[in-house]
T-cell receptor, first 116, second 115 residues
Framework: SAVISQKPSRDICQRGTSLTIQCQVD?????MFWYRQQPGQSLTLIAT?????????ESGFVIDKFPISRPNLTFSTLTVSNMSPEDSSIYLC?????????????FGPGTRLTVL | AQKVTQAQTEISVVEKEDVTLDCVYE???????LFWYKQPPSGELVFLIR??????QNEISGRYSWNFQKSTSSFNFTITASQVVDSAVYFC????????????FGIGTKLQVIP
């Protein structure tokens, strides 16, 4: 299994500012992902954080708005840049745990972001 | 473009009843993955299953079972003898790229199990 922590757990920010969310995993994992869940909505994958190379962004998401770092196999950050109220969401970090047995995906507790 | 439809937005059942959550998908790819996730009222997201398009065998895990039918493009989820702890929003998802990328989620089905 994998235990994931995220910081901060929640924040209230002013429009135009940026927030960096940290994701720490208690074991080395190959695949790390960032998702967004807007209020009352379903989930959307933002990007895959790749260790040692640029993140892979899903359609509709760009590096300038959501820069991602992945300095090692246990840590990643997602920055929400130049925020607007539309960025108010829960941001979730996730990892794939692959090994003996079926592949499993684990999620962090989420970062609840409110942009005023 | 890929699409996932969860037509049931909310379902209520009485405890111990069986319940099936429907998921219908659209894709042009022959290789794809299907997922189910659970999000209890506490908010944490729980991965339930990932199934690739070449494996049409039904899956059973305790009280949970999944019925994958390519002929109808459906990947339905059944909870047997439901319990209050099953109350949650359940999301079905589809990935055309394989793995977890390029994934499309359904809007979710909110299940309420009444004691």
């Amino acid at each position: 299994s994998a235990v994931i922590s995220q910081k901060p757990s929640r924040d209230i920010c002013q429009r135009g500012t940026s927030l960096t969310i940290q994701c720490q995993v208690d074991s080395q994992v190959t695949m790390m992902f960032w998702y967004r869940q807007q209020p009352g909505q379903s989930l959307t994958l933002i990007a895959t954080a790749n260790q040692g190379s640029e993140a892979t962004y899903e359609s509709g998401f760009v590096i300038d708005k959501f820069p991602i770092s992945r300095p090692n196999l246990t840590f990643s950050t997602l920055t929400v840049s130049n925020m607007s109220p539309e960025d108010s969401s829960i941001y979730l970090c996730s990892v794939e745990s692959a090994g003996v047995g079926p592949d499993t995906q684990y999620f962090g507790p989420g970062t609840r972001l409110t942009v005023l | 473009a890929q699409k996932v439809t969860q037509a049931q937005t909310e379902i209520s059942v009485v405890e111990k009843e069986d319940v099936t959550l429907d998921c219908v998908y659209e894709t042009r790819d022959t290789t794809y993955y299907l997922f189910w996730y659970k999000q209890p009222p506490s908010g944490e997201l729980v991965f339930l299953i990932r199934r690739n398009s070449f494996d049409e065998q039904n899956e059973i895990s305790g009280r949970y079972s999944w019925n994958f039918q390519k002929s109808t493009s459906s990947f339905n989820f059944t909870i047997t003898a439901s319990q209050v702890v099953d109350s949650a929003v359940y999301f079905c998802a589809l990935s055309e790229a394989g793995g977890y990328q390029k994934v499309t989620f359904g809007i979710g089905t909110k299940l309420q199990v009444i004691p």
